[in-house]
Nanobody
């Protein structure tokens, strides 16, 4: 079965950190750019970060620059999102997705999506 599975979400206090993982099964992530998206209650899903197939190019939403770091380990067929200095406004369901096209893709151009993992930032 071709799928992405996220893990690592949870409840954290403001200022805390979490590391999300995105594991692929049934296909090789090497050929895909990996994007992270999030959807807060009552809001549209938004792009957070993306990393190219080689890992040599990354981009971030302005709201997370300097706090989040995207990475990938193609040997483990897994992508990661390290989230530091978390704020209550980071609370959302976080999704990873994979696209053959690259980080310039719009959401509809992503080929695979994970089921999402909840991140809650609260004291």
């Amino acid at each position: 079965q071709l799928q992405l599975v996220e893990s690592g979400g949870g409840l954290v206090q403001p200022g805390g950190s979490l590391r999300l993982s995105c594991a692929a099964s049934g296909f090789t992530l090497d050929y895909y750019a990996i994007g992270w998206f999030r959807q807060a209650p009552g809001k549209e899903r938004e792009g957070v970060s993306c990393i190219s197939q080689s890992g040599g190019s990354t981009n971030y939403a302005d709201s997370v620059k300097g706090r989040f770091t995207i990475s990938r380990d193609n040997a483990r067929n897994t992508g990661y999102l390290q989230m530091n200095s978390l704020k209550p406004e980071d609370t959302a369901i976080y999704y990873c997705a994979a696209t053959l096209i690259g980080c310039g893709s719009v959401q509809d151009e992503y080929d695979y999506w994970g089921q999402g993992t909840q991140v809650t930032v609260s004291s």
